[in-house]
């Protein structure tokens, strides 16, 4: 939201979470925005009939057990035309106890998630692995350094998010030259994979 905020500042934002700190923290980066604390899940009751140009789903449905009742319930309340972006955990072969702490129901592959999309009712225009420069250093961190130290979750996701500036620093440029490529050059893997489908 503060990203459309900043660079659409006409544009009104509503942002949905289950958890009152989450929108406590948008409101103070987004202090405009329409916020609601609401189960995502019962769409129809918090919007009625309202349509939207854009839809953000970030790191969301792979909580889902039925993410494509989601997405299908979506396209009701998308414009003719308006797009939705997706994210979500890649790769199946990076599960790791960090997925069980956030409540994952699984990671994907490129092929399952166009095929929720599409059996939802989207058209897929744009869909490719992120973060390919994390694959190899996450999966030895999470298959094999983990394992072997028998760090839990909770530790596996305290240990990823904490900030070492010279190191973040590093990812971003590498990341922002990544983003440049993108659409480019099909990226084989990543931790994350992103979607942008059309109603």
Same mark, same amino acid.
């Given at each position: 939201?503060?990203?459309?905020?900043?660079?659409?500042?006409?544009?009104?934002?509503?942002?949905?979470?289950?958890?009152?700190?989450?929108? !406590?923290?948008?409101?103070?980066?987004?202090?405009?925005?329409?916020? !609601?604390l609401l189960d995502l899940l019962q769409?129809?009751?918090?919007?009625?009939?309202?349509?939207?140009?854009? *839809?953000? !789903?970030?790191?969301? *449905?792979?909580? !889902?057990?039925?993410?494509v009742s989601l997405l299908k319930n979506l396209t009701r309340h998308s414009k003719q035309g308006g797009l939705l972006v997706v994210s979500v955990p890649a790769f199946p072969v990076l599960w790791s106890k960090r997925d069980v702490f956030l409540g994952h129901r699984k990671r994907y592959t490129k092929k399952h998630l166009l095929t929720e999309l599409q059996t939802a009712g989207w058209e897929v225009l744009h869909c490719s692995y992120g973060f390919s420069f994390m694959f190899f250093p996450v999966f030895f961190l999470r298959k094999i350094l983990f394992p072997f130290k028998k760090i839990d979750g909770q530790s596996i996701e305290a240990s990823e998010l904490r900030v070492v500036p010279v190191i973040n620093a590093i990812l971003r440029a590498i990341g922002m030259i990544e983003a440049r490529l993108q659409g480019k050059v099909s990226v084989p893997v990543g931790t994350s994979l992103f979607c942008v489908a059309r109603n």
């Open positions: 939201m503060q990203f459309f905020d900043r660079r659409w500042p006409g544009a009104r934002c509503t942002g949905i979470d289950g958890y009152l700190s989450a929108l !406590l923290v948008a409101r103070e980066r987004v202090p405009d925005a329409r916020l !609601l769409a129809d009751a918090w919007i009625g009939n309202e349509k939207f140009d854009v *839809i953000t !789903l970030l790191d969301v *449905i792979e909580h !889902l057990d039925e993410p």
